[in-house]
């Protein structure tokens, strides 16, 4: 079994951090992973993706043509990584940034108020949880507890107080489903 998975959007968004956490609940679990970040060259507000492969077996390169699934945070990232999906794959999008509904009927999407839902939970930073949480309730890669757990060993302790919400951010994306 090998899954594909890119995560896109601003700089800022946390793209690279949910792709960080799902390769260490993998490594965790003794699972092959590849996480390969790219972003611009500016701080906050370029674009920013990583790409995460997970396997059970060894993986021949950390290149991904047609992902298994893709979480779009804003309408650059859903029209570029949109039309790469792999047929009957996922698509989580960022309602709250997105002003479109997916154009393939070929896939399963989510489409989620993630920054309302952030913040709500009392912090706009938890968006991205909140959209690994609903990528992990839709497609059989990680275990939600797993990941969970894999987030409080390997946050360092200066942030071991931002794990709760984080914790809650995940499982309130876990309820939305792919239609």
């Not at 690279?16 to 701080?43: I, R």
């Not at 920013?48 to 492969?53: G, L, N, P, Q």
Request: hydrophobic share 45%; aromatic share 4%; with cysteine.
């Amino acid at each position: 079994m090998q899954t594909e998975i890119i995560i896109s959007g601003f700089g800022g968004q946390g793209a690279l951090f949910a792709g960080q956490l799902m390769a260490y609940s993998a490594m965790d679990n003794q699972l092959e992973v590849t996480w390969f970040p790219s972003y611009g060259p500016e701080m906050r507000g370029g674009t920013a993706s990583c790409t995460v492969i997970i396997s059970d077996e060894e993986i021949g390169a950390p290149v991904v043509g047609m992902p298994t699934a893709v979480i779009a945070m804003n309408l650059p990232s859903l029209d570029k990584y949109e039309p790469q999906v792999k047929p009957g794959g996922l698509l989580v999008v960022n309602a709250s940034m997105v002003n479109r509904q997916a154009l393939r009927t070929d896939i399963r999407s989510a489409h989620i108020p993630a920054n309302e839902i952030a913040e709500r939970i009392g912090d706009r930073r938890l968006t991205n949880m909140v959209l690994l949480g609903s990528l992990l309730a839709n497609l059989n890669v990680l275990d939600l507890k797993t990941v969970e757990a894999s987030l409080r060993v390997h946050t360092p302790e200066r942030h071991q107080r931002l794990v709760p919400l984080n914790i809650q951010a995940l499982e309130e994306g876990a309820t939305y489903l792919a239609a």
